[in-house]
């Protein structure tokens, strides 16, 4: 994992377990017209080159999963937003 760059906060591994992460607020809950942007958005997320460990952003430090759901979001790609 050498060739993986550590968070900018953290000095050990930051790697999560490749499960769902949930959360659960009156604000997040989603209902069936938001499922597509979420996908969209993962999908996105899912090739970018700043993805680190396969779960968090390399730019905000924000788990994807998370950052995704929120409805005023929008990417941190340094050169353009990609959603």
Not at 29 to 57: I, N, S, V, W
């Amino acid at each position: 994992m050498a060739d993986v760059p550590f968070c900018k906060g953290c000095t050990g591994s930051v790697s999560l377990e490749k499960k769902p992460v949930v959360f659960l607020t009156d604000e997040m809950l989603l209902d069936h017209e938001e499922l597509p942007r979420r996908k969209r958005r993962l999908e996105q997320c899912a090739f970018c080159e700043f993805l680190m460990y396969g779960t968090t952003c390399g730019q905000s430090g924000m788990l994807v999963s998370y950052r995704v759901d929120l409805p005023d979001a929008k990417c941190p790609h340094p050169e353009e937003s990609k959603w």
